[in-house]
């Protein structure tokens, strides 16, 4: 390998900075960073922790109540003094301002989702009064649908201006007749700030006309009809503000309204370098916006957000092309705020009536036994891949582990928010990790076996291993590239994950193994390399089997998912789709999460229970499946006498996957499945692209059909079990693609059915181990990891099964009838008599002598 010093100060800057990205791994206290970072303290300080430090003493949830605590204690002296690097003297509250950055600087580089460590709940009400003042002759039925379509039109609305903020894995649900539950993992006070802002800022836009004769009307007080006074914001050069009365129409301009935008950014002027708004109408918004310029020109525009007049430019030109520019005076932070909720209009009003900090959702014997079983599964696939592989076992548990650790160091730094079903993610993508090592090694099997020396054997190992590897990975990452862009919530977030998961499989396999194996060759301390071989030399008729497999894997479809469809119908819907009711109780004793759970589950199945604090007292609140709310009230308050349960409210929530999440992660995957297509077909065939997308489409469909008949539901992490068996399918069918091609290359004697069958038993070993690594991983959680993450690791360890058995007998199936079993044009020209012997063997011989 050339350039090693490179690869290795590479690999060394990425573990360290990696690392640097991880400090410090988990929140550190505010109060003791407040004492630490203080300059000139003095007795009014100390006093002032002491009191933050008294008052945590006597609060139960000191750890969430922190800022507030320690702003109380801090009261009206000033912290300038004590933390004069700080430059705040603009801000409209030096101290809270203070208290802000030293809340950022304590937070954990490891952020923790809602179901570790809990966060912050808005409940959101709808201004829904015009329906009230709709016209007389509009049914009770058809108000109840506009309602619907509001609320159904603001949790989409809301749920994208949450993720323009860059928090992950929120939970935003209707709730009741007009409200909207929010909750966000982990916020400080100065992210809760800016949330609350975007949540209620309606971002009504509007494009109105100036009088031509403002100025002088308004000198006279004269307000004509149709018209009004709206003032202007203006800075001087010295930074005094003041405002300029304008007279705008109240009519429209041409209608236009943010409706119409299409896109929003924020930007800066060319020359003053001032923050300002870029937008685009779409096509209907640029027509309407062309019209009105051209028939206006040397008129000014008034360009009105939220009833405040941000700008009115004079019209020079008719703006034929749907763009414009918002200008005023903000700051860079208001133009990103103010784009975010321009991209995404409320089509009503909306006001927060509460705010709550909540508990994770999960007890801590639940997180407990699902890092456990992380765990467990990290350690299996090591100590399986160095007991078969002996020392270049070793050598791929260090690149396993050194993938481990950048992966973390990567979502760190993109601000990746860590949840139980993550965890079981990453464990996952450790044990594809070594998918490509197993690769390499199986193939220095065959070089070795060829005679050629240990050195040779590893090069060429690498050089051969690296088209399949390469090929693999890259289907892989169109479809997490797919998810990025195309998904929304979650479903964007796995595409993050999966493409830097991807990407340093791909470095760590080629890079830091084969680093490994030179530095040991480079000092003599590599002379052999033993390998168990548990499949040796198979020789079996796959498929001949072919068409009976083919036939029953589909009858097994079709019955899953008609039984799923048909006789479970609307019950295959867990919560997180569906929605349930929700109970709302007070308590005097709080019981374990897990100790509600085991009382709950039993009568309700997967429910959601989460401890909320509340102005005046802690409340449980529980979401079970409809109809299910009443008997776990009932079977709460006599399981737990002591507890003192006593409902406050009940109500009825919606999904907190929504409709726009799962149509997104539906056009994503179909998208994806063209893209690998598409893909495929260059690098390959189009037989063998069809097989490969068909074969993806039968594994989705399969795992799907048999979750169906387990009586298991749907829930949101199985939307990213779903998206991993698209990934995994398609990385074992290329490997034996890859194989087919080479041994077709090769001009390898025989039939096309011959040739697959020999493809497919010099590839079994390697299927077997690489589908097996991934299993070991999945199976430590499925029995070490606890009922939250049991039905993702059943729906992968399913997928995992089915994945493999495809690659055989439905990917390579198709490709074998698609060309009627002769072998097809781009083959080497060979007889289709006697299978000869390998003819890469044969060549690779004689190179060696």
């Not at 929304?488 to 470095?507: M, N, R």
């Not at 490994?516 to 008729?541: A, C, T, V």
């Amino acid at each position: 390998m050339k350039n090693r010093k490179f690869w290795w100060a590479l690999i060394v800057f990425l573990v360290a900075w990696s690392v640097w990205e991880m400090n410090p791994p988990t929140n550190q206290s505010l109060v003791k960073i407040f004492q630490e970072e203080a300059q000139h303290a003095d007795p009014k300080f100390t006093r002032i922790v002491d009191d933050a430090k008294a008052a945590m003493a006597k609060d139960n949830n000191a750890k969430q109540d922190e800022f507030r605590l320690l702003r109380e204690a801090v009261g009206t002296n000033d912290l300038q003094a004590y933390f004069p690097y700080y430059n705040v003297k603009a801000e409209k509250d030096p101290n809270y301002a203070i208290l802000n950055r030293l809340q950022r600087k304590a937070a954990g580089k490891i952020k923790l989702g809602l179901d570790l460590q809990g966060g912050t709940q808005f409940l959101v009400s709808l201004d829904t009064n015009r329906l009230t003042h709709a016209d007389t002759n509009t049914t009770a039925m058809a108000k109840d649908e506009e309602r619907t379509r509001l609320i159904s039109q603001a949790t989409e609305v809301l749920r994208r201006r949450v993720d323009r903020l860059g928090v992950a894995e929120p939970v935003i649900q209707p709730s009741g007749a007009n409200h909207i539950m929010i909750q966000l993992p982990g916020l400080s006070q100065a992210d809760q700030d800016t949330a609350r802002k975007n949540i209620e800022q309606a971002a009504y836009l509007e494009f109105r006309l100036v009088h031509p004769k403002s100025e002088e009307l308004l000198k006279e007080n004269i307000i004509e009809p149709g018209y009004e006074v709206l003032k202007m914001k203006e800075k001087a050069s010295d930074g005094t503000l003041s405002y300029r009365p304008l007279l705008v129409e109240k009519r429209l301009a041409n209608g236009l309204t943010g409706k119409f935008i299409k896109r929003a950014f924020p930007s800066r002027e060319q020359y003053s370098n001032a923050p300002e708004i870029e937008f685009e109408f779409d096509s209907e918004g640029a027509k309407r916006f062309g019209d009105f310029t051209r028939n206006h020109i040397g008129d000014r525009l008034a360009i009105v957000l939220d009833g405040e007049l941000e700008t009115a430019p004079t019209i020079q030109s008719a703006i034929e092309g749907g763009r414009g520019v918002i200008t005023g005076n903000f700051d860079i932070a208001e133009a990103i705020s103010i784009a975010n909720v321009l991209e995404n209009p409320l089509e009503t009003p909306v006001k927060i009536d509460e705010v709550r900090q909540v508990d994770p959702t999960l007890g801590k014997d639940s997180i407990r036994s699902g890092v456990l079983a992380a765990i467990i599964g990290t350690v299996a696939v090591a100590l399986f891949m160095i007991v078969y592989y002996h020392r270049c076992g070793m050598f791929a548990t260090i690149a396993m582990m050194i993938n481990l650790v950048i992966l973390l160091g990567v979502m760190c730094s993109i601000g990746t928010t860590l949840t139980l079903p993550g965890i079981a993610g990453i464990v996952l993508t450790v044990g594809m990790a070594v998918d490509a090592n197993v690769l390499i090694y199986e193939r220095l099997r065959e070089e070795m076996a060829t005679g050629k020396s240990l050195r040779g054997a590893v090069a060429a190992a690498y050089d051969r291993a690296f088209g399949t590897i390469f090929d693999s990975h890259t289907t892989t990452l169109i479809s997490a590239v797919i998810l990025i862009y195309l998904g929304t919530g979650p479903v964007k977030g796995f595409g993050v994950t999966l493409t830097i998961g991807v990407a340093l499989s791909l470095f760590t396999a080629l890079v830091v193994t084969r680093l490994i194996f030179d530095f040991l060759f480079d000092r003599g301390m590599l002379n052999r390399i033993g390998m168990l071989h548990i499949i040796k030399n198979p020789n079996w008729d796959f498929m001949r089997w072919a068409l009976p497999a083919f036939v029953t894997s589909w009858l097994i479809i079709v019955g899953g998912i008609g039984y799923g469809v048909f006789v479970r119908g609307h019950n295959v819907m867990g919560i997180d789709f569906a929605g349930g009711d929700s109970i709302t109780m007070q308590f005097k004793e709080k019981i374990p999460v897990e100790n509600v759970r085991k009382v709950v589950e039993p009568i309700a199945g997967e429910s959601q229970i989460q401890y909320q604090k509340g102005s005046d007292h802690d409340m449980l609140q529980i979401v079970t499946p409809d109809g299910k709310a009443k008997a776990v009230e009932q079977q709460l308050i006599k399981s737990f006498p002591n507890a003192e349960f006593k409902l406050v409210a009940s109500d009825h929530v919606g999904g907190t996957v929504g409709i726009e999440i799962q149509k997104s992660a539906v056009i994503a995957s179909f998208l994806s499945l063209f893209g690998i297509l598409i893909y495929v077909a260059f690098r390959y065939e189009f037989s063998f692209s069809v097989g490969a997308v068909i074969a993806v489409v039968h594994d989705v469909l399969m795992t799907l059909g048999i979750f169906f008949v387990s009586g298991r539901q749907l829930s949101a992490p199985m939307v990213a079990a779903v998206l991993t068996i698209i990934g995994f399918s398609i990385n074992d069918t290329i490997v034996i693609f890859d194989r087919i091609r080479e041994d077709l290359k090769l001009g390898v004697r025989g039939s096309f059915k011959e040739v697959m069958n020999k493809a497919l038993n010099q590839t079994l070993s390697r299927t077997i181990i690489t589908s097996g690594t991934v299993f070991i991983a999945t199976l430590s959680l499925y029995i070490f990891g606890g009922g939250v993450i049991n039905d993702f690791a059943f729906t992968f360890l399913v997928g995992i099964i089915t994945g493999t058995y495809s690659s055989i007998y439905i990917a390579s199936a198709l490709v074998l009838w698609w060309h009627k079993g002769e072998r097809p044009k781009t083959a080497a020209t060979v007889s289709t008599g006697e299978t000869a012997p390998d003819a890469r063997t044969e060549r690779v011989v004689r190179a060696e002598a």
